[in-house]
């Protein structure tokens, strides 16, 4: 069974940084696009970015760029996201998914909840 | 950036009533349409793509149809597990932008 789990999400002050882990099983991780998308309350879900098979090229949507960093870990099956001089606006539960072909999103994981706030 | 639709924003239906929901893109995005069913408290889960066909395991009630800007999603016979909130997905154009929603209740 494909398994995505998330974790790291946490109370952060704007301005801070957190990073995001996404372990994934049941598929061979290395062979397969990944992606990061957020669910904010109110903003419904937005993709933040995806990451080709190997990490050798990450791509962002423009409320991210320059600020989240997309990477992996192919050797521990392991998704990364680096977010950095986050704000209030960030808030949400963060999804990582096995991106099927060019946005087809399944599964998804269970979300991990980022909460930006002073 | 393509702009996703959906009519309407939140409907009322009963077990076995047939459920129709409207996506619209603000371009034409050919048959590149994913639909998403997601439940209280859950994650989203991939029901059809490429606008009409499902995704492994989805129950043969729901059918998708439409091309270029607009498109439905139909339940045949609503069933219990079904009361859900449901988001189309362009997936022609980065960045693959959703729809705001449909909540079924």
């Known amino acids: 069974e494909v398994q995505l789990l998330e974790s790291g999400g946490a109370l952060v002050q704007p301005g801070g940084s957190l990073r995001l882990s996404c372990r994934a099983s049941?598929?061979?991780?290395?062979?397969?696009?990944m992606s990061w998308v957020r669910q904010a309350p109110g903003r419904g879900l937005e993709w933040l970015s995806g990451?080709?098979?190997?990490?050798?090229?990450?791509s962002y949507a423009d409320y991210v760029k320059g600020r989240f960093t997309n990477s992996r870990d192919n050797s521990k099956n392991t998704l990364y996201l680096q977010m950095n001089n986050l704000r209030v606006e960030d808030t949400a539960v963060y999804y990582c998914?096995?991106?099927?072909?060019?946005?087809?999103?399944?599964?998804w994981g269970q979300g991990t909840l980022v909460t930006v706030s002073s | 950036d393509i702009q996703m639709t959906q009519s309407p924003s939140s409907l009322s239906a009963s077990v076995g009533d047939r459920v129709t929901i409207t996506c619209r893109a603000s371009?034409?995005?050919?048959?590149?349409l994913n639909w998403y069913q997601q439940k209280p408290g859950k994650s989203p889960r991939l029901l059809l793509y490429?606008?009409?066909t499902l995704q492994g395991g989805v129950p043969s009630r729901f059918s998708g149809s439409g091309s270029g800007t607009d498109f439905t999603l139909s339940i045949s016979s609503l069933q219990p597990e079904d009361f859900a909130t449901y988001f189309c997905?362009?997936?022609?154009?980065?960045?693959?932008?959703f729809g705001p929603g449909t909540r079924v209740d």
């Open positions: 049941g598929f061979t991780f290395s062979k397969f696009l």
């Open positions: 371009h034409s995005i050919g048959d590149r």
């Open positions: 998914v096995l991106d099927l072909s060019g946005f087809r999103f399944d599964p």
């Open positions: 997905q362009q997936s022609v154009d980065f960045p693959g932008n």
């Open positions: 490429s606008a009409s």
């Open positions: 990451i080709a098979p190997g990490g050798e090229s990450a």
